[in-house]
């Protein structure tokens, strides 16, 4: 475990893969560093927790995939669930704003983890992240059931009651199993002698996970599950550390706000704190009657804005998943609210359900195209406490090597109702004057010859909103975690097969060697392709090493100016997947790339 202000290899690493296909998260994280993706801030001061740098690839990496996201949102023509087109635009609004939006869209007294200390360690960690190794109660049989009702008839609250034999911190119940499964550290520190995992075969649908253990007093089986927060509030004392394997070193869950703060002007005082955005969708919201009167759209439309956002997260982890600064990519679909819905035209539900689609075709349109990619309709008890129930939340996930067998979020689509825009209206003094008022309703309702008040309360509103909000950080994570390939026949082992429009350099141009006129043509052609593409000339090394540096830099084509091409003006190009070569009209690269990349 890190200390708060510094990452330790053995935190951002702790993603061993276990054995069956899962890709090791040490190895993905190990070729991000070596080949310049991405970095740890301030790596030379030993690193800062919750942050991350991006190199050069990295860089073009994650600007590939929030252009093609803005590409397809903001410029692109879409067509909404009726097949009429649909109008979004773009914003850039600020990091900091007047603390009052804060107050007013909840998250002021609202945006809280909660978060325990262990007293002895002084480490601390999201009480939600306690992951519990429990005595296994093999509750498959009825009678077996009955045993354990009897055993716990005298417990007031049975659920919570029952305390883990040991705990570990960790995300999801897969990493505590990666965990306990590859470091050999953590089991000594919480007392584990022996550990085999092994999947709970009684019942594929429970995620929870069995393993044989040793404790030290013999083998016997354990469940593993997350540890309720309301076992921890009861039971804190007796709740085993995870640090130590002790009981009484726990302090009791406490909120902790998650937005950072800061402090506008000379003086550090109440009057002049302000907090770094925790979301972007919050400056939409403050700006929806701006956009409305500075254009030309009306409701049903969108505004798309991507940026910053920070959240002091109280265990940031697995690499760039959970970070303390990442960038959210984030729309807002105003949609007019049931009653104000015309005959024929989409519902609020018909919304959702175009967003939630169109945006899980967009991962797998970017390369996220297998079942790695997942869409999760939350259950009624997850809805956060704007989501509109009924009308439905959903998150993409995708199965991030440190999550497997489990998911991870890469974006949430969820219909707020209209949650957000009445609260700032009500907060800002101005209430039901800052309704929306629907002109094309009016006309149409008097057309109807409905009633003076039925026509001024049906054509004002506020409307409702669906949210499609994606991380950047966490998009581009995923695409490393995909493109990762190793092969053991290729001379780098290893190659990033991104899809062509995401990869970061589209291809490679080398002279065979570094004589006659070989380098000439090679950067004639490197210059000519640069105007349209990143592209990489490299004279430097052996071809087959070049190839190498270009399989791990996920670089789709490769093309080689050699001998021949001074005679006959063709070159070789190589693919990436398929490592086969062939030969083109070096008048003709330019297309050939143009066919394949756009
Ligand atoms: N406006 C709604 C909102 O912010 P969220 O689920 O808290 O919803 C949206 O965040 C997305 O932002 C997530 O799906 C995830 O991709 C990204 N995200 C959230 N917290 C993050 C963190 N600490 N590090 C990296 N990405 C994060």
């Known amino acids: 475990m890190s200390t708060p202000e510094q990452t330790t290899a053995g935190n951002q690493n702790a993603n061993t893969a276990k054995s069956g296909g899962v890709k090791s998260m040490d190895e993905i994280v190990a070729l991000c560093r070596r080949r310049g993706f991405i970095f740890q801030s301030s790596e030379i001061y030993g690193g800062i927790n919750g942050f991350w740098d991006y190199g050069p690839l990295g860089a073009q990496l994650k600007r590939n995939l929030k252009e093609a996201w803005w ?192 402090f506008i002007g000379a003086l550090q005082d109440e009057d002049s704190k302000a907090w770094l955005r925790p979301e972007t969708a919050q400056g939409i919201f403050v700006n929806f009657w701006n956009v409305i009167d500075s254009t030309r759209v009306r409701v049903p439309f969108g505004i798309a804005q991507q940026g910053k956002a920070f959240r002091n997260e109280v265990t940031p982890r697995n690499f760039t998943f959970r970070s303390r600064e990442f960038e959210q990519m984030e729309i807002e679909f105003f949609i007019p609210p049931l009653e104000a819905c015309r005959a024929g035209e989409p519902t609020p539900t018909d919304w959702y359900k175009f967003w939630r689609d169109l945006r899980f075709r967009w991962w797998q349109s970017i390369g996220l195209a297998g079942d790695n990619l997942q869409l999760r309709e939350h259950e009624k008890d997850e809805l956060a406490h704007y989501a509109k129930e009924g009308a439905g939340t959903s998150d993409i996930e995708y199965r991030f090597p440190f999550t497997a067998p489990g998911f991870g979020e890469l974006e949430g689509v969820a219909h707020r109702a209209d949650f957000d825009l009445k609260a700032h209206a009500s907060a800002c003094g101005k209430g039901d004057k800052m309704k929306y008022f629907d002109q094309d309703l009016q006309v149409e309702l008097q057309g109807a010859g409905k009633s003076k008040e039925e026509i001024q309360q049906k054509s004002r509103y506020f409307p409702h909103v669906i949210e499609p909000s994606a991380g950047a950080d966490r998009g581009t994570l995923a695409l490393l975690c995909e493109a990762y390939t190793p092969d053991e026949s290729r001379a780098s082992k290893v190659y990033m097969k991104f899809h062509p429009r995401m990869a970061p350099v589209k291809a490679g141009i080398f002279p065979l060697v570094n004589k006659d006129a070989m380098p000439e043509t090679a950067e004639r052609l490197y210059k000519q392709l640069r105007k349209k593409w990143v592209v990489e000339y490299d004279p430097k090394q052996t071809i087959g090493k070049r190839y190498a540096r270009m399989d791990e830099a996920g670089t789709p084509y490769c093309f080689t100016i050699d001998g021949d091409t001074l005679t006959n003006q063709t070159v070789t190009v190589r693919d990436r997947d398929s490592q086969t070569q062939e030969r083109i009209a070096i008048d003709q690269v330019e297309a050939y790339l143009t066919r394949r990349l756009g």
């Open 71 to 262: 590409q397809d949102i903001v410029q692109q023509e879409l067509s909404g669930p009726d097949g009429k087109p649909v109008d979004i635009v773009g914003l850039d609004s600020t990091i900091i704003m007047n603390p009052k939006v804060w107050v007013a869209s909840g998250h002021a007294a609202g945006f809280n983890d909660p978060m325990v200390d262990d007293k002895e360690t002084k480490q601390r960690f999201r009480a939600d992240h306690l992951i519990g190794l429990y005595q296994a109660y093999n509750v498959h049989t009825a009678r077996e059931r009955e045993l354990l009702d009897q055993a716990t008839s005298h417990i007031a609250d049975p659920m919570n009651s029952i305390l883990p034999l040991r705990t570990l911190v960790a995300s999801s119940i897969g990493e505590a199993v990666d965990l306990l499964f590859s470091d050999k550290k953590l089991r000594q520190s919480i007392g584990i002698r022996k550990f085999v995992p092994s999947s709970n075969a009684a019942d594929p649908d429970d995620d929870t996970t069995a393993a044989l253990v040793d404790f030290g007093s013999g083998e016997q089986y354990v469940t593993i599950d997350t540890v309720p927060v309301r076992t921890l509030e009861l039971h804190y004392e007796s709740v085993v550390s995870p640090f130590t394997g002790k009981t009484g070193t726990l302090t009791k869950p406490r909120q902790f706000n998650l937005m950072f703060e800061t």
